[in-house]
């Protein structure tokens, strides 16, 4: 019977599990000892990771769940030299709210030229969100764009004229036009123009595949190539693209999943001992 038990406890080192419930559009950190790690897989699928930016013998992995049909059930695994470790993540609704919005209709029911348009921005963003930089192009904690009041969280569903158009992919910020808008951290810009829904718009690549977005604006003052500092000014707020009055719209791409930008910065600022933004 003692043989029995040593070897169920052995296994159980082995092969450590937790369960983990998470909201979906929200992002998770995962930290793991370095020594003798092999690999850390998705779904059996192999995945990135990088050092802890606190501790050099412990690495981080991020798994973001998307807010669109998120899968139910992810297990994401550590692979060492002689054992295991597992996190099976259990995807949650959340308690996300609506919001009417109205709007012009043509930015509801845009033209079939404006569509092309449209199709042809979505794939030029996804494009560059499917390009991960192995590298941190960042050096400290993450803070947001202005200090100001928030007028609409992440995820809440949207109805524009009457019609449910979409989700709220980020968050919004109160601004008048012409606010000073500070890029939430270093990076390189990887697009800065006019686009049909966004407006005015920049996104910041920070390498570790997570991004930063500031849409809306009434004027641009990067360009595409850019090496950005934390804090500097990268634009003015305004009120172009679909809105229904001036204000910044920041939001967070993490491995091309769309996150909620506060609970993402709050979590990885928490890497630096520090949850406040």
């Known amino acids: 019977m003692k043989k029995i038990f040593i070897f169920l406890f052995f296994l159980q080192f082995l092969f450590a599990e937790q369960n983990i419930d998470l909201i979906k559009g929200q992002a998770l950190f995962l930290e793991f000892d370095k020594k003798d790690l092999q690999k850390i897989t998705l779904n059996d699928k192999k995945i990135n990771f990088f050092i802890h930016p606190n501790n050099k013998n412990k690495v981080v992995t991020i ?106 992919s980020g968050t919004d910020f109160r601004a008048k036009i012409g606010t ?56 003015l707020s305004g009120d172009s693209g679909r809105v229904n009055g001036p204000h910044l719209h920041f939001g967070i791409i993490v491995n091309q999943k769309q996150v909620d930008p506060i609970d993402f910065i709050q979590k990885y600022n928490a890497l630096f001992g520090n949850e406040k933004i």
Do not use: M, W
């Open 180 to 235: 000073k808008i500070k890029a939430a951290n270093s990076g390189i810009v990887k697009l800065a123009k006019n686009r049909y829904y966004a407006g005015n718009s920049i996104i910041i690549d920070h390498g570790y595949g997570i991004y930063s977005q500031y849409y809306h604006l009434s004027k641009i003052l990067v360009k595409t190539g850019d090496k950005i500092e934390k804090g500097q000014i990268i634009g």
């Open 63 to 168: 798994f973001s769940l998307p807010y669109k049909n998120p899968t139910k059930k992810n297990i994401i695994k550590a692979i060492y030299t002689n054992k295991e470790q597992i996190y099976t993540i259990n995807s949650l609704e959340g308690a996300y709210k609506k919001e009417f919005i109205q709007v012009t209709p043509n930015k509801v029911f845009p033209s079939k030229e404006k569509q092309k348009q449209i199709a042809n921005e979505f794939k030029e963003a996804s494009l560059i969100y499917a390009n991960y930089t192995p590298n941190t192009l960042i050096k400290t904690n993450f803070q947001k764009p202005l200090d100001s009041f928030i007028t609409s969280s992440f995820g809440k569903a949207r109805i524009f004229n009457d019609k449910l158009a979409s989700y709220h």
